[in-house]
């Protein structure tokens, strides 16, 4: 059974930085595209960030990029989000997904999804 499992999720200040991580188990995810989405109340869930399991290419939304990094432990079957001068507006759940495949922006699309870990910045 394929799982998921987010963590680093937390309440902090404008500013701050949190890191973000995705255990994967259940299966290999060799071909697979991980990617982290995100979703605020009464908003669409909407693509962050994107990486191959080969470790690239990685992919970013425009609202993060340059704040954000996406990486993997292979050895740990682990996908990490490192969010760097957080703001309100990056508040929301966050998600961990797969998929066979290519990275892609398109939540449907994904195969496997964690059960989301809250990030809450405050002004």
């Known amino acids: 059974q394929v799982q998921l499992l987010e963590s680093g999720g937390g309440l902090v200040q404008a500013g701050d930085s949190l890191r973000l991580s995705c255990a994967a188990s259940?299966?290999?995810?060799?071909?697979?595209?991980m990617a982290w989405f995100r979703q605020a109340p009464g908003k669409e869930r909407e693509f962050v960030a994107g990486?191959?399991?080969?470790?690239?290419?990685?992919y970013y939304a425009n609202s993060v990029k340059g704040r954000f990094t996406i990486s993997r432990d292979a050895a740990k079957n682990t996908v990490y989000l490192r969010m760097n001068s957080l703001k309100p507006e990056d508040t929301a759940v966050y998600y961990c997904?797969?998929?066979?495949?290519?990275?892609?922006?398109?939540?449907?699309?994904?195969?496997?999804w964690g059960q989301g870990t809250q990030v809450t910045v405050s002004s």
């Open positions: 997904s797969a998929r066979l495949g290519s990275i892609v922006t398109v939540s449907t699309v994904y195969d496997y």
């Open positions: 259940g299966r290999t995810f060799t071909s697979h595209a």
């Open positions: 990486i191959s399991w080969s470790g690239s290419p990685t």
